[in-house]
Nanobody, 125 residues
Framework: QLQLVESGGGLVQPGGSLRLSCAAS????????IGWFRQAPGKEREGVSCISRGGITNYADPVKGRFTISRDNAKNTVYLQMNSLKPEDTAVYYC???????????????????WGQGTQVTVSS
């Protein structure tokens, strides 16, 4: 069974950091582009970042310079390092896998076939 599991969320003060993990089981992540998404209460889901199979990355404007996406194919895991967190980063964060996009390009607007269950990130003092 193909499955993605996010972890690493929690409560952090403004200015703090968290690292989210997206671990795959039942399939090999390095065959997929991976995206991170988030959904805050009362808001639509939005794309945060993505990384292609070839390591190309993209970031949404609100997180540029603060978040870093990376992948460790040996561990079958993708990470989202989040620094300088702000209250507006509070949301449930999801990772997803896209099997069709090019190796050297990614977009959070692509069609993602597999989704994790999400992990809550709360930024508050």
């Amino acid at each position: 069974q193909l499955q993605l599991v996010e972890s690493g969320g929690g409560l952090v003060q403004p200015g703090g950091s968290l690292r989210l993990s997206c671990a795959a089981s039942g399939f090999t992540l390095d065959n997929y582009n991976i995206g991170w998404f988030r959904q805050a209460p009362g808001k639509e889901r939005e794309g945060v970042s993505c990384i292609s199979r070839g390591g190309i990355t993209n970031y949404a404007d609100p997180v540029k310079g603060r978040f870093t996406i990376s992948r460790d194919n040996a561990k079958n895991t993708v990470y989202l390092q989040m620094n300088s967190l702000k209250p507006e980063d509070t949301a449930v964060y999801y990772c997803a896998a896209d099997p069709r996009s090019p190796r050297y390009g990614c977009s959070t607007n692509a069609k993602y076939d597999y989704w994790g269950q999400g992990t809550q990130v709360t930024v508050s003092s």
